[in-house]
């Protein structure tokens, strides 16, 4: 089984954003890092997708998880991996 792609929208100074990539990276999981800090049309994509301003943002394929808590309460559930599962 492929692991399906994570994107992590992210910026500097961020403990949540930290927090989120070490629970990625704890289960063995690879992610795409978006810095919206450094590229302000990262951002404004971010905002416009997800309807949120804060980071992190997160995504499992399609899916868009949520924050740091969404994807901490998700992993907590099981329902992190079945997103990892159907993606």
């Keep these: ?4 792609e ?7 100074f961020c403990g ?5 990539e070490r629970l990625l990276k704890n289960k063995g999981l690879e992610y795409k890092l978006i810095k919206v800090d450094e590229d302000p ?6 905002v416009k997708i997800t309807g949120r301003r804060t980071v992190p943002q997160i995504f499992i394929g399609d899916h868009h998880v949520g924050g ?10 099981g329902e992190l991996t079945k997103l990892l599962e159907s993606a």
Excluded: G, R, W
């Design 68 to 77: 740091f808590d969404d994807l901490s309460a998700a992993n907590q559930s």
């Design 6 to 12: 994570i994107t992590v929208y992210s910026s500097k």
């Design 41 to 46: 049309n990262q951002y404004e994509h971010m």
């Design 16 to 20: 949540f954003c930290v927090a989120a």
């Design 1 to 4: 089984m492929t692991q399906p």
